[in-house]
């Protein structure tokens, strides 16, 4: 039974900083690949970032330089710190987990947390 959930979402302004976490399940964030996505209104589940189970990180090239995903073994936890925000950014950010390979597709994650809201005022 794999479980995952978000925290650390809220209001924040143009250029600040947030970071958001993923509390998951035992030795899941060791072992398990690891993303984000984001969903705004109107618009299609998109990939943020990713640690898949293979090694690396991975990041659509929106949030490249401003977003970094890392994990933390020991809390069994995943973060995505972001960077210099932007209106653009404002969305429902989900954590989800899998196991085998592909990283990108939101269609090969079968376990997610319940979002976060990310809104950025301008």
């Known amino acids: 039974q794999v479980q995952v959930s978000e925290s650390g979402g809220g209001l924040v302004q143009t250029g600040a900083s947030l970071r958001l976490s993923c509390a998951a399940s035992?030795?899941?964030?060791?072992?398990?690949?690891m993303a984000w996505f984001r969903q705004a209104p109107g618009k299609e589940r998109e990939f943020v970032a990713a640690?898949?189970?293979?090694?690396?990180?991975y990041y659509a090239d929106s949030v490249k330089g401003r977003f970094t995903i890392s994990r933390d073994n020991v809390r069994n936890t995943v973060y995505l710190q972001m960077n210099s925000l932007k209106p653009e950014d404002m969305a429902v950010y989900y954590c989800?987990?899998?196991?085998?390979?592909?990283?990108?597709?939101?269609?090969?994650?079968?376990?997610w947390g319940q979002g976060a809201q990310v809104t950025v005022a301008s």
């Open positions: 640690l898949p189970m293979t090694g690396g990180d």
């Open positions: 989800a987990t899998k196991i085998g390979l592909g990283w990108s597709n939101p269609a090969d994650y079968k376990y």
């Open positions: 035992a030795r899941t964030v060791n072992s398990n690949t």
